[in-house]
């Protein structure tokens, strides 16, 4: 008996340190939260009380990244380790079918290996059903979150300016009228099904407000969206509500956990993505129109989802995560008040979403991939800055190190463990690591960033001296520029970060 006990401690002490815990983790998940849009991080003009006490609690990093200045691809990497531009994983369509495949291992499946319980609640945008064929919402909605890892699932399927304007509990639409069948894309003929205004030929359905020509397709509640809708109409969301809806189904979730098995929470926010529709209680809380606003409203979710781990005692052994898939964009698409425009430029009031960085979403520069990134894990992680270079890319290797798992080489190949930055204890954190927008991809080297481009040398910016990005020195630097470009070609060629 002493025998076993001195070896069961030997076993116990050799994890990682908190494996033997086995922490809960629970990731909220901003959409289009630049990097100035929080108080902490610079935010004078958005108070945002719940996320910055999160922060005074846990470790707030300088230098932390989602993989790309665009939602679909960094949802993407995070979940599965692998860079969207390996597989030409891009802003989907509102049909579009899984873009993750079901035999690859995912963040969701690693937690599940752990014998974790596994949810996502909120906006999904990584695309549902087989590729070739044509996704049936009066049926099974398959496959999509449960056939990657997830064990629950209540999602947004698309964005909130994309077709269906419905949500998807498991494999079904929720609350859908069989007597009213919804078709995405293409209806067919003579159907039943509720007509829907067309934007583009009915511009004064738009009652919300304007949107451009791209938005203007379905209208539902006033507002424009991308792509052709019909039927569904009994099962069709609230915008206004759509926070409050995602926080009750957390808050359900939570309160169904226990603390004898672990679990993995994975909370999506709309906000702060166009169309903006903040709760009525939100609208006016700032200057700055309803992107500042539906920001208010994101924050208010993130402290009610940590409230609700509180309730149920859940708080002190979880480490929660927030953070952003993509940086900032003011109008994009609707006319909702969130940009003075001067000159052809844009301003927000005085306020700079993207902070002292340049760009923001959809742009290859730090602005569309610096976010907010925050952990937070009571006991553990000591509460200060960070200024280790970080990406959201790497959990699936630093969860692996924390549960004690060994990944296979085919797993998750671009995630590399840097367990010890999440946990504060390493403040370098990578010595590289890359961002990609669009089809652009470039490469973050200690301080120098390289952007590839056709012109002669490419971009390099030390961003030491010029974290705005500002001056490119890549003609006074012809060699360091070279360097960074082969091993960026070198990255892409291997086809894996990890080992690199």
């Known amino acids: 008996m002493i025998r076993y006990f001195a070896t069961l401690m030997a076993l116990i002490f050799a994890l990682p340190s908190g494996a033997a815990e086995r922490p809960n983790v629970v990731i909220i998940y901003g959409d289009d939260v630049g990097y100035g849009d929080v108080g902490v991080y610079g935010a004078k003009k958005i108070p945002t009380p719940f996320i910055d006490k999160i922060a005074s609690e846990g470790l707030r990093f300088t230098d932390g990244h989602c993989t790309a200045a665009t939602c679909t691809p960094s949802r993407y990497s995070m979940l599965t380790g692998h860079y969207g531009f390996r597989n030409g994983v891009r802003i989907l369509p509102p049909d579009a079918p899984l873009s993750i495949p079901t ?6 499946k690693l937690f599940r290996k752990a014998g974790y319980s596994t949810a996502v609640v909120g906006k999904w945008h990584l695309g549902l059903g087989r590729k070739g064929t044509r996704v049936d919402w009066n049926a099974e909605v398959k496959p999509g979150p449960l056939e990657v890892g997830f064990d629950y699932s209540f999602l947004l399927p698309s964005t909130n300016d994309r077709v269906p304007c419905v949500f998807v509990e498991n494999h079904r639409v929720v609350n859908l009228d069989p007597k009213d069948p919804l078709y995405v894309g293409k209806a067919p003929e003579g159907h039943k099904s509720t007509v829907y205004p067309y934007g583009r030929t009915n511009p004064e359905a738009e009652t919300y407000y304007p949107a451009d020509h791209q938005h203007s397709e379905t209208v539902i509640n006033g507002i424009g969206r991308i792509g052709k809708m019909w039927g569904g109409e009994s099962a069709l969301w609230d915008d206004e509500m759509m926070a409050d809806e995602f926080v009750k189904q957390a808050r359900k979730y939570l309160a169904k956990q226990s603390k004898e098995k672990p679990f993995f929470l994975y909370v999506s926010s709309q906000d702060i993505h166009v169309p903006r529709a903040p709760h009525p209680r939100f609208q006016g809380r700032t200057e700055l129109g309803k992107r500042g606003d539906a920001m208010v409203q994101f924050d208010w979710m993130v402290g009610a989802v940590v409230s609700a781990l509180e309730e149920q005692g859940l708080a002190e052994n979880t480490i929660v995560v927030v953070s952003s898939d993509n940086g900032p964009v003011y109008d994009d698409g609707y006319e909702d008040g969130s940009t003075v425009r001067k000159s052809s430029k844009e301003a927000d009031r005085g306020h ?46 630093s969860f692996a190190q924390l549960l004690d798992i060994k990944l296979a080489a085919k797993d998750a190949p671009d995630s590399r463990n840097t367990l010890e930055a999440f946990l504060g204890r390493d403040r370098k954190g990578l010595n590289f690591t890359l961002e990609e927008a669009g089809k652009a991809v470039a490469i973050r080297s200690g301080n120098w960033k390289f952007i590839p481009g056709k012109k002669a040398g490419g971009q390099l910016y030390d961003l030491s001296k010029d974290q705005g990005e500002q001056k490119n020195v890549a003609a006074a630097n012809p060699e360091l520029a070279r360097k960074l470009g082969a091993q960026l070609q070198a990255l892409r060629d291997v086809g894996r970060l990890r080992n690199n």
């Open 352 to 397: 700079d979403a993207s902070g002292p960085f340049r760009g923001g979403k959809y742009q290859i520069y730090e602005g569309g991939t610096r976010v907010p990134f925050i952990v937070k894990w009571p006991g553990t992680i000591e509460p200060g800055v960070s200024d280790a270079l970080v990406s959201q890319i790497d959990f699936i290797a």
């Open 103 to 108: 035999d690859i291992l995912t963040l969701p």
